[in-house]
Structure formats: structure tokens, C-alpha cells
């Protein structure tokens, strides 16, 4: 199970920092991270991170602002959002898999664990 928190209103250019905490899911070695989707739009593989590789993506709409990280002994997933844009508006939901251990295939697997997003609104 993961347990999205940390959306919320903020004006543009403003900073959020999302937490994703897993239970039920030792993730340590799997690949973690966000996907969003905005109303209207397909959903976007915003970040992940790999500890099997130390391989981070980023998509290239948030490369420089957003920073994912995470707390492998707490089993959570953070993502830092800073300079946000009105485009950044979306639920965000973190995702994994205990099949998946790489990003290249935690973008294109149908993956099986998911949390219940938290919306985060970029507006003034």
C-alpha cells in the first residue's frame, strides 16, 4: 500500500514537497516515483528512482525544479517541487511494483501499486 500527502493550493513559483509512504512493500530495491495527471490530459511519469541502478528520471517538463528522493528505512518517497507552474496542476500519484526494479520499466509496466493521489493545485 502507499499513502500519498503534502498537496495543496500554492502560487506559481511556489515550493511543495510530496510524501509517499509504503507499507506492506519493502521497495528498497524496487524503482518508486510519481505519475500526474492533469484534468483533461493523459497521465505523465513525472519522476522515479531506482536504488538497483541509482538511476533517476525526470520528465523534461520538471528536470531543475522537482527532486525526488527517498528514506529507505522509513519506506517513503519524497518528491520536492519548487518554481511551480500553473501547468503543474495535476493529482499526483506515486506508484510501484515488486516486479519492477528499473525506471526504464517502471514507465512502461502497468504497474500494480499504486497510492490514492493528492492533488496539487498551482493557481493565484
Known amino acids: 500500500q502507499l499513502v500519498e500527502s503534502g498537496g495543496g493550493l500554492v502560487q506559481p513559483g511556489g515550493s511543495l514537497r510530496l510524501s509517499c509512504a509504503a507499507s506492506?512493500?519493502?521497495?528498497?530495491?524496487?524503482?518508486i516515483g510519481w505519475f500526474r495527471q492533469a484534468p483533461g490530459k493523459e497521465r505523465e511519469g513525472v519522476s522515479c528512482?531506482?536504488?538497483?541502478?541509482?538511476?533517476?528520471y525526470y520528465a523534461e517538463s520538471v528536470k531543475g525544479r522537482f527532486t525526488i528522493s527517498r528514506d529507505n528505512a522509513n519506506d517513503t518517497v519524497y518528491l520536492q517541487m519548487n518554481s511551480l507552474e500553473p501547468e503543474d496542476t495535476a493529482i499526483y500519484y506515486c506508484?510501484?511494483?515488486?516486479?519492477?526494479?528499473?525506471?526504464?520499466?517502471?514507465?512502461?509496466?502497468?504497474?500494480?501499486?499504486w497510492g490514492q493521489g493528492t492533488l496539487v493545485t498551482v493557481s493565484s
Open positions: 506508484a510501484a511494483d515488486p516486479r519492477v526494479y528499473f525506471c526504464s520499466a517502471w514507465l512502461r509496466t502497468t504497474l500494480e501499486v
Open positions: 528512482s531506482s536504488n538497483s541502478d541509482g538511476y533517476t
Open positions: 506492506g512493500f519493502a521497495f528498497d530495491s524496487h524503482a
